[in-house]
């Protein structure tokens, strides 16, 4: 699922750009923008990030994190504070770039 979370920014992102530009489907997915990349790249991050917190999850097959569950998820959730003030900053970036 790792790996599906950004196919599915890019995919929205293609489709919308094609319904909005009207342009044939190779043209509209090369043209994604960086910012769309990005997104994905976050979405991946932050999904990854919030696996941990989900019990029986595959993370929980490494030893380390079996062992140390309850410290897992702390650090988990610490990470996903962290990480939504990150990304935070990141989107409104980008929206303000996009905006102008």
């Given amino acids: 699922m790792i790996l599906v979370t950004p196919l599915f920014v890019v995919i929205g992102a293609f489709l919308a750009r094609r319904k909005t530009v009207g342009e044939p489907w190779i043209a509209a997915l090369l043209g994604a923008a960086r910012e769309t990349w990005l997104i994905a790249l976050l979405g991946a991050i932050s999904f990854s990030i919030w696996t941990f917190s989900v019990p029986f999850n ?6 380390l994190i079996e062992e140390n569950s309850g ?30």
């Fill in 58 to 63: 595959g993370w929980q097959k490494l030893r």
């Fill in 71 to 100: 410290a897992a998820a702390l650090i988990a959730a610490v990470a996903g504070l962290l990480f939504s003030q990150l990304a935070q900053g990141l989107t409104t970036d980008v929206a303000l770039k996009i905006k102008e």
